[in-house]
């Protein structure tokens, strides 16, 4: 892009078995969107991400879905 704007940086951490923090993967998006979040997933599980235990997120409208679709 030519100017600077805000971006939103939206971040998948996993958390293995023994504790260790790992980031999965990220996006950069102009705004937040279950969208980017569906390409995020996707991206994820097409790379052999499986047995997630748990979803943590604040609420963004339609995640519920989003998550339930690859996973």
């Given amino acids: 892009r ?3 704007s805000r ?3 939206h971040i998948a951490l996993g958390i293995t078995h023994g504790g260790i923090k790992e980031i999965l ?3 950069i998006a102009p ?3 279950s969208e980017i979040w569906k390409e995020l997933l996707t991206d994820l599980k097409s790379r052999g991400l499986e047995n997630v235990s748990l979803f943590c997120t604040d609420g ?3 995640m519920k879905n989003v ?3 690859p996973f």
């Fill in 25 to 27: 993967g990220y996006k």
């Fill in 31 to 33: 705004n937040e969107s």
């Fill in 67 to 69: 998550i339930n679709e």
């Fill in 2 to 4: 030519d100017t600077v």
């Fill in 7 to 9: 971006e939103m940086g």
């Fill in 60 to 62: 963004l409208s339609g």
